[in-house]
DNA sequence: GTAGGGAAGATGTAGGACGACTGTCAACCG
DNA sequence: CGGTTGACAGTCGTCCTACATCTTCCCTAC
């Protein structure tokens, strides 16, 4: 059950460990409401002291994942038929789409440098009239459209060699290129009616969507992105696991 | 900055500890993007161990309230401003509409006890034709309807002496006065535009709403409640703080 | 058969120690 | 003079040991 040698170094110990036990989970290795190893069996399994063993379920709690109970052991949460790709959990939609076992395809529709607009410097927080590139693009899995996706990236201090991979490939995976990785976005939840949203032969009639409008931060707390995507209502499912 | 006495017992310590901090972050004692006092100024102001300290820490980093950074200190998240009371952070809709400064007032539409649909018994998990209270309320805001409110509550096991009172205080206080208090969500989003939804004189027009659609476990992972809400659209500010 | 008690195992908390990383600032060098 | 280097204090990351508290289960006593 040990990790793999290349996972250790990078990142602390702890989130390590997590973020293994979190994909054992997902994969069924440790199945709901079932019991995980005890602290002390996975300070042997993974040779890690028990602190260590400790603030990785400490931080698997704190998402919901799994149950500490004292005295009792710790359980993999159960909520009865199975946990999908949570909407508080920060990944792009492609990868998202892929965990839910769907292919994903993103389709460029615009891509254009311009100033920012008056909304977009408020939430990015950046000054009038910077540049900026927005892009519009259309989100499918399998083959049908699922998302129509607006994305503004503020171009100050961006790698000039990048800029045009930001309208190609994944956008998260270049902003991670340009060492800008998202770490957190604070997300608006809408549902908005809309016939001039979309386009396409397959464009949703009615023009029924859940907005998701999010701005993406740095670790630093820096706003990296401001996007808006309208999902086709029924289209994408979507999960907020809420705890307390 | 020593908690109340009165926190102490029940609960552990690192949960109030990391529920003391959170209310001083919310209530801007503890400023975004501040730095908090290091590990060692917090055991010697909480009198509690390292240990506690960072278990609270941890957790308040898993709902991505701080960042904890090596070598350099825990550090307010900042949002650029942003709102808090995020969607993730289970809790009542009274509660909630409170802390965004309003004051909330449930009214009672229907309450009534009936055997399961067939939706909610495979929601909820329980047997076909089990006896529930199903609830219909409408949720204001400073005497604004803010959404209206179907609940559901299974009533096999639950004493019988507080089935009045489901429908009239708070569903969260009398489930918890059961012992069976909700722990954690799986909630799903949807965007409804249905005119058939609501009533009163306040009824929206046109229905356009997000619904949310969500299943309560308790902390043992067994079903407490099915409630689908149905927020009017720009009303009620939904925020879901996305990590990694 | 049932209630009670105790042992074993599990997590919760405490305290001390050391390593690794970060930011600062003074000394140094070109 | 400016940029670089290096020492240093502060802070988080990890480990160790010990004990307290809670759960569960089994065994005993009645």
Same mark, same amino acid.
């Given at each position: 059950?040990?990790?793999?040698?290349? #996972?250790?170094?990078?990142?602390?110990?702890?989130?390590?460990?997590?973020?293994?036990?979190?994909?054992?989970?997902?994969?069924?290795?440790?199945? &709901?409401?079932?019991?995980?190893?005890?602290?002390?069996?996975? @300070?042997?399994?993974?040779?890690?002291?028990?602190?260590?063993?400790?603030?990785?379920?400490?931080?698997?709690?704190?998402?919901?994942? @799994?149950?500490?109970?004292?005295?009792?052991?710790?359980?993999?949460?159960?909520?009865?038929?199975?946990?999908?790709?949570?909407?508080?959990?920060?990944?792009?939609?492609?990868?998202?789409?892929?965990?839910?076992?769907?292919?994903?395809?993103?389709?460029?529709?615009?891509?254009?440098?311009?100033?920012?607009?008056? =909304?977009? =410097?408020?939430?990015?927080?950046? &000054?009038?009239?910077?540049?900026?590139? /927005? #892009?519009?693009?259309?989100?499918? /899995?399998?083959?049908?459209? @699922?998302? %129509?996706?607006?994305?503004?990236?503020? #171009?100050?201090?961006?790698?000039?060699?990048?800029?045009?991979?930001?309208?190609?490939?994944?956008?998260?995976? =270049?902003?991670?290129?340009?060492?800008?990785?998202?770490?957190?976005?604070?997300?608006?939840?809408? /549902?908005?009616?809309?016939?001039?949203? $979309?386009? $396409?032969?397959?464009?949703?009639?009615?023009?029924? %969507?859940?907005?998701?409008?999010?701005?993406?931060?740095?670790?630093?707390?820096?706003?990296?992105?401001?996007?808006?995507?309208?999902?086709?209502? $029924?289209?994408?499912?979507?999960?907020?696991?809420?705890?307390?």
């Amino acid at each position: 059950m040990s990790m793999s040698a290349s #996972l250790r170094g990078r990142t602390s110990l702890a989130r390590q460990l997590a973020e293994d036990v979190r994909s054992r989970i997902m994969s069924g290795e440790f199945a &709901p409401g079932e019991r995980l190893p005890s602290e002390a069996d996975l @300070v042997r399994r993974y040779e890690v002291s028990r602190v260590t063993v400790r603030t990785a379920l400490r931080t698997l709690e704190a998402q919901g994942l @799994v149950d500490v109970r004292h005295g009792s052991g710790s359980f993999v949460s159960d909520f009865g038929g199975g946990i999908r790709a949570g909407l508080q959990e920060l990944r792009s939609i492609s990868d998202t789409i892929r965990e839910m076992g769907h292919e994903p395809r993103m389709e460029r529709h615009a891509s254009e440098r311009r100033p920012a607009t008056a =909304t977009e =410097t408020a939430k990015l927080g950046i &000054p009038v009239g910077a540049e900026v590139l /927005a #892009l519009e693009r259309m989100v499918l /899995a399998d083959e049908q459209v @699922v998302a %129509y996706s607006f994305d503004v990236v503020p #171009l100050d201090g961006f790698p000039v060699e990048l800029v045009h991979q930001l309208g190609a490939g994944s956008l998260f995976a =270049t902003l991670a290129e340009a060492g800008i990785m998202p770490s957190r976005a604070l997300a608006e939840v809408h /549902a908005i009616s809309d016939e001039t949203i $979309g386009w $396409g032969p397959q464009k949703p009639v009615p023009g029924l %969507y859940v907005l998701l409008d999010q701005v993406h931060f740095s670790r630093r707390g820096s706003a990296v992105a401001y996007s808006r995507t309208y999902f086709v209502e $029924g289209r994408f499912q979507f999960v907020v696991l809420r705890t307390n």
